[in-house]
């Protein structure tokens, strides 16, 4: 089974950075993609940002020009970078990794809470 470590969540005032990681716990082959999500109270879980094995990227409009996604496919890690943070903003952000060639399976990180607020 895979797990998924997600680290980088916290509290930051509005305007401000985070950097959020996610690796899994052990290596792995034939990631198709990986991506966020993230869900705030109340909310339904929606999609932030992901990434294709071949580079190619989509973003939430919400998100469109301040937060970008990378990955390094020698560690298998995906990464957010979240600038000019704001109050809606505020949730539980979850990383998913879509795994497989024939059969594919979606593996979920725990979630960080991220809090942007004065």
């Known amino acids: 089974q895979v797990q998924l470590v997600e680290s980088g969540g916290g509290v930051v005032q509005p305007g401000g950075s985070l950097r959020l990681s996610c690796a899994p716990s052990?290596?792995?082959?034939?990631?198709?993609?990986m991506g966020w999500y993230r869900q705030a109270p109340g909310k339904e879980r929606e999609l932030v940002a992901a990434i294709t094995s071949g580079g190619s990227t989509n973003y939430a409009n919400s998100v469109k020009g301040r937060f970008t996604i990378s990955r390094d496919n020698a560690e298998n890690t995906v990464y957010l970078q979240m600038n000019s943070l704001k109050s809606e903003d505020t949730a539980v952000y979850y990383c998913?990794?879509?795994?497989?060639?024939?059969?594919?399976?979606?593996?979920w990180g725990q979630g960080t809470q991220v809090t942007v607020s004065s």
């Open positions: 998913k990794f879509n795994i497989g060639r024939a059969l594919t399976y979606n593996f």
């Open positions: 052990r290596s792995i082959f034939n990631i198709n993609s």
